[in-house]
């Protein structure tokens, strides 16, 4: 099993060669030193790798947009909403289905058969998570900047859902908006008990090594 650090310094060393090539002109001996110290890093990488999470098989090109200025990928984003259904089974072992992630590539599916996948009958879509505590959807925006928001819908009976705002943690730059996400998935799963009210997540400033950790462990 790969350690969420050695993910990370796998991801680093990629996206150094990504800005490398955006930045091909060299001026002056120091940035030629960098440049072969990176060229010597390709030979060790392979970008065509392919790393399993949670039982699915992740390409190493959609998990490095889980890292760095780059914008989460919606399969990244899912993979590691995962870990919001298995934080809640053991609080929940009499309904292991009290939790559940949509994946939001389904709006975006073309394809006939995947798309039934997620469409239990003719014309509804997910009736089968009516019984079901809370739902968790990741969703992607982008009107003024592109943005990966947290949704949640709280069931309270077969015929009627609930839909909360909350604060959540702050964010200090542009590219942590899916690890908060997920964290505040977390967050929500770790702090509810099947018998509880929802509670309120807090408005607090998530330490830089927390967040890294947070970034990567879902892939390790």
């Known amino acids: 099993m790969r350690r969420w650090y050695e993910v990370s310094k796998k991801l680093i060393k990629a996206r150094k060669l990504v800005k490398f090539v955006k930045k091909i002109v060299i001026d002056d001996d120091y940035?030629?030193?960098?440049?072969?110290?990176?060229?010597?890093?390709?030979?060790?990488?392979?970008?065509?790798?392919?790393f399993s999470?949670?039982?699915?098989?992740?390409?190493?090109?959609?998990?490095?947009?889980?890292?760095?200025?780059q914008w989460l990928s919606d399969l990244c984003?899912?993979?590691?909403?995962?870990?919001?259904?298995?934080?809640?089974?053991?609080?929940?072992?009499?309904?292991?289905?009290?939790?559940?992630?949509?994946?939001?590539?389904?709006?975006?599916?073309?394809?006939?058969?995947?798309?039934?996948?997620?469409?239990?009958?003719?014309?509804h879509i997910f009736?089968?998570?009516?019984?079901?505590?809370?739902?968790?959807?990741?969703t992607y925006v982008d009107i003024e900047f592109?943005?990966?928001?947290?949704v949640a819908k709280f069931m309270t009976s077969p015929m009627e859902t609930q839909v909360r705002t909350f604060n959540e943690w702050r964010q200090c730059d542009g590219h942590s908006c899916g690890v908060l996400t997920v964290q505040w998935y977390l967050s929500l799963v770790r702090s509810t008990l099947s018998d509880a009210s929802i509670p309120i997540a807090h408005d607090d400033k998530l330490d830089p090594k927390q967040l890294a950790f947070e970034r990567y462990k879902h892939f390790s």
């Open 31 to 50: 940035k030629e030193v960098e440049r072969q110290r990176i060229l010597h890093m390709i030979p060790f990488m392979n970008v065509n790798s392919v």
């Open 53 to 69: 999470a949670n039982g699915h098989n992740l390409p190493f090109l959609n998990l490095a947009g889980y890292g760095g200025d």
């Open 77 to 123: 984003v899912f993979l590691a909403s995962l870990r919001v259904v298995k934080e809640a089974e053991p609080q929940t072992w009499q309904n292991p289905k009290y939790v559940t992630v949509v994946d939001p590539l389904y709006l975006q599916l073309s394809d006939v058969e995947r798309r039934n996948q997620y469409i239990d009958t003719k014309d």
């Open 127 to 138: 009736t089968e998570m009516r019984s079901n505590r809370i739902v968790c959807y990741p």
């Open 146 to 150: 592109p943005q990966r928001l947290q």
